[in-house]
């Protein structure tokens, strides 16, 4: 299956964006530009399998 975004020569990165609590925003791809409109998938750390640990973090915090 070929990508529409790679035929078209779109920027765009194949991995899913990962906002966190602490607004830092991460990718899991090895990815250059974190800006959302480059990825077509986005979800906040608290919705990954097992959580993430900087929830854990701010809630020491809090």
């Known amino acids: 299956m070929d990508c529409r ?5 779109l920027d ?3 991995g899913t964006l990962v906002v966190h609590e602490n607004g830092d925003v991460g ?3 090895t990815c250059t ?3 959302p409109a ?3 998938l986005s ?4 919705d990954l399998d ?3 640990p900087c929830a854990a973090d ?3 915090v809090g």
């Open 5 to 9: 975004s790679c035929l078209s020569g």
């Open 12 to 14: 765009h990165c194949h």
């Open 27 to 29: 990718c899991t791809e």
């Open 33 to 35: 530009g974190l800006d």
């Open 38 to 40: 480059r990825h077509r």
């Open 43 to 46: 979800l906040v750390c608290a």
């Open 50 to 52: 097992g959580g993430c």
């Open 58 to 60: 701010l809630a020491l």
